[in-house]
């Protein structure tokens, strides 16, 4: 293997493997995550979206979407058709949960007002 591409499927693995451990709450790590950053005021802004249950939930499936689009790159050069898969599941995760995300949090500003 590739230099760059061993470290893109070593850093994929581990995005994907840190939104694991924030999504099944592993060691009380999403708690903490929650507790400690998505809850507290970031300057001006007031917690958002991230600061429930339900939307610290859609940030940390995006997370591993991240996560294996660049597995995806690094999985295609030993089975290009598993990285194609990875690439195009990373993708269609993306989209998805970026929108769900955009709509949690103009939901969270509504709400707020």
């Given at each position: ?83 194609i898969v990875l ?27």
């Amino acid at each position: 293997m590739l230099g760059i591409v061993s470290a893109t499927l070593i850093i994929g693995g581990l995005i994907v493997l840190i939104g694991l451990v924030l999504v099944l709450n592993l060691v009380g790590a999403g708690a903490f995550v929650m507790r400690k950053v998505t809850s507290r005021y970031l300057g001006s802004l007031p917690p958002g979206y991230a600061a429930s249950q339900a939307g610290f939930r859609v940030y940390a499936l995006l997370v591993i979407a991240i996560g294996l689009l660049f597995a995806g790159f690094g999985a295609a050069e030993t089975s290009v058709a598993l990285g194609i898969v990875l690439f195009a599941i990373g993708v269609l995760g993306f989209v998805v949960l970026s929108v769900l995300a955009i709509r949690g949090e103009m939901e969270t500003i509504r709400r707020a007002r």
